[in-house]
DNA sequence: GCCAACGTTGGC
DNA sequence: GCCAACGTTGGC
């Protein structure tokens, strides 16, 4: 199993939102690299939740539902982007700040900090234990 | 194929 | 609100 991290600006779509809805769609993306990854989610991995630009915080984790498939917001370009469905998996007790995140020697290598404009990552198995030992 | 111009993301 | 980083576009 693969863990990754995907990063939503909570005015946009939240943690909350998604907790509501249940499951969503994780549509929209138009990088490629974030599509890649995208693409290697399989279901059953766990996807940590990061609230960009006003929080800046891990505030959950939730789980691949379903595999890519092609992104039906596409108009011109189908079958070029892709989705994955998403349900929450759990809250995190405490946030996990990116703050916290700089600050913390093991996770320098983070696609986080090395790319931070990148908005669907892979994290390493280890990565994934450290930041869900900090958030709960 | 290079690179300048431009747009977007996201941290500060 | 600013700006750095990065991706994309288009002229040459």
């Known amino acids: 199993m693969q863990h990754w991290l995907v990063k939503s600006e909570p005015e946009t779509y939240s943690w909350a939102d998604l907790v509501k809805d249940g499951r969503t769609m994780w549509d929209g993306v138009r990088n490629y690299q974030a599509r890649n990854n995208m ?13 960009s630009v006003s929080e800046k915080a891990i505030v959950g984790i939730a789980k691949v539902d379903k595999a890519a498939y092609p992104d039906p917001t596409a108009k011109d370009d189908k079958g070029k982007w892709v989705v994955v469905d998403l349900v929450p998996f759990r809250d995190f007790k405490e946030p996990v700040t990116l703050e916290q ?21 892979p994290l390493k198995a280890e990565e994934f234990d450290i930041l869900l030992a900090l958030g709960n």
Do not use: C, N, T, W
């Not at 290697?40 to 609230?51: E, R």
């Not at 995140?101 to 990552?121: F, N, P």
């Open 101 to 121: 995140i700089k600050k913390d020697e093991r996770l320098q290598d983070i696609a986080l900090l090395r790319q931070s404009r990148l908005s669907v990552m």
């Open 39 to 51: 693409q290697q989610m399989q279901p059953g991995d766990l996807v940590l939740f990061y609230h």
